[in-house]
């Protein structure tokens, strides 16, 4: 299962980060992070870069796309490779997935036509401008695009996403409860106590 993590310059890192962190976890997962032209892609802070492995053409048919947001997502919003990327994979993927203004770039590539779909708060009408049916919702599915809103929603969408995915379960099996308790730093394990003449209980 591919999952194409899009980066372009001045995304916000929480947006594509929360994703890959849940999204990677999945059995058979394997996350590449793809951008128009390969190498380091700073973001919204110009503090952090990402590195994007591959470029667009580079990755033509992946299972999931995550369109993150960000101040760069403006550039973003014109026809060219990225929009043309995403309308080409789109044909084949199993989810078509954005976190807030992503969205955006997702309805300015003709995407999310007649869709409902979220995004931030503050950009929900600039989605009905796009043919959009806006949602003031954390996470909206609408057939296989997912859309989360503002920043930190992504982590809700990939929680709910791999949901879909593997399986949403009630609770841990009690074994791997277990295992973890045995391993945790936050639980004294029992200590035994020292008798008279050296020996113990």
Do not use: N
Request: proline share 6%.
């Amino acid at each position: 299962m591919q999952i194409a993590i899009l980066l372009f310059d001045r995304f916000t890192a929480l947006d594509a980060v929360g994703p890959y962190q849940v999204l990677s976890s999945l059995p058979g997962a394997e996350v590449v992070f793809a951008a128009e032209h390969p190498g380091r892609i700073g973001d919204d802070r110009a503090s952090l870069h990402l590195a994007a492995d591959a470029a667009l053409a580079d990755v033509p048919r992946p299972d999931i796309v995550v369109v993150p947001g960000g101040p760069g997502q403006d550039d973003q919003m014109h026809d060219g490779p990225v929009h043309e990327w995403l309308r080409a994979a789109d044909q084949t993927t199993t989810w078509t997935t954005s976190v807030c203004t992503g969205s955006l770039i997702l309805a300015a590539a003709g995407l999310l036509k007649d869709r409902r779909a979220t995004s931030h708060w503050l950009a929900l009408g600039e989605l009905a401008r796009h043919g959009a049916h806006p949602a003031a919702e954390r996470v909206v599915f609408d057939g296989k695009y997912v859309t989360a809103a503002g920043v930190s929603a992504g982590l809700d969408m990939g929680l709910a996403l791999a949901g879909r995915i593997a399986g949403d379960p009630d609770r841990a099996p009690a074994e791997l409860v277990a295992r973890a308790r045995a391993r945790s730093r936050f639980i004294r394990q029992p200590t035994r106590s020292r008798q008279p003449g050296g020996g113990t209980s």
